[in-house]
């Protein structure tokens, strides 16, 4: 992706930065990507637009940099809930949009994690204009306790 189109309101789509997943994934262990596009699928399993990610159950430990246009809320709301309902792990990587309602309502209940500086996303020469925080979002203790008893 060009750094033109990358920094214009153009597109709402960020190429993770690669280094940057390979730390996380060595901590999670990523089995499938939610939300990618077949050239920069971060896991052998991927959801691609034509899959349509938001339709599907999210399982496992899930990688997640969703679209940072308006449909961002609801890839965070099915990250949530797909914790708390199928008993998923979720990782986003996130704009740090601390003043958003889908912020608010979902990121807030997570862990949350801000990236020290700007990355530098899909090999670009440039930082993004924006900071970023990754969210993690996992099945409660408490949940996973009463299913077992």
């Known amino acids: 992706?060009?750094?033109?189109?990358?920094?214009?309101s153009k597109t709402d789509l960020w190429a993770t930065p690669q280094e940057f997943f390979d730390r996380l994934h060595k901590v999670f262990r990523f089995e499938v990507d939610v939300c990618a596009l077949p050239e920069n699928a971060k896991c052998g399993s991927y959801?691609?637009?034509d899959d349509n990610g938001l339709a599907k159950d999210w399982r496992g430990v899930c990688w997640m940099n969703p679209p940072y246009g308006r449909e961002i809320?609801?890839?965070?709301?099915?990250?949530?809930?797909?914790?708390?309902?199928n008993g998923a792990t979720?990782?986003?990587l996130l704009?740090?949009?601390?003043d958003t309602r889908w912020w608010h309502d979902y990121c807030a209940k997570g862990e949350v994690f801000f990236v020290r500086g700007r990355l530098k996303?899909?090999?670009?020469?440039?930082s993004a204009p924006f900071p970023n925080a990754v969210v993690v979002f996992r099945p409660s203790v408490h949940d996973a306790l009463a299913e077992a008893v």
């Open 47 to 49: 959801y691609s637009p």
């Open 95 to 98: 704009p740090a949009r601390v």
């Open 121 to 126: 996303f899909g090999g670009s020469e440039n």
């Open 1 to 8: 992706m060009n750094n033109e189109l990358m920094f214009s």
């Open 73 to 85: 809320a609801a890839w965070v709301e099915k990250a949530y809930k797909s914790a708390k309902e």
């Open 90 to 92: 979720v990782v986003c």
